[in-house]
């Protein structure tokens, strides 16, 4: 089976001020898999970012229909990205081993405008928002 894209990002509404993070999971065929828009409240951008990354690996876990699949995390901050390689991000690394692989790369054109509206919307919201579609 092809891999399997999440893409992910933050939105921040003043600095300091409310943060929110969304992501977009799509097939090879860009076909919509799952959603996820929510509010981290007051942080720094790349803490945000890296929340992002932990909650569409987290999501991917927890859904056994993905076990053993190949899952890419984009994001388009260089700095999350090489701490969530870090192996003292244990929360990230404890559910790599049930993928047939992860990965968390950085792309600067990610096409994160959907991922980024999300994170918009989850800037402004008050609990989590997931949906999943047909896997």
Known sequence: ????KFNVDVSMKGKPGPVGIGGV???ANGKVMCLFSNSVGITD???????????????CNDNQELRGRDIVVVSDSKVACSMAHVNSIYDIRSCMRDFGSLEVVYDSRAYNSFADSLAKMGSSMIGDFVEWGDL
Do not use: P
């Not at 089976?1 to 399997?4: F, I, P, Q, S």
């Open 25 to 27: 999971l799509r097939d």
């Open 45 to 59: 951008s790349n803490t945000a970012e890296l929340w992002a990354i932990e909650k569409a690996v987290r999501l």
């Open 1 to 4: 089976m092809d891999k399997l």
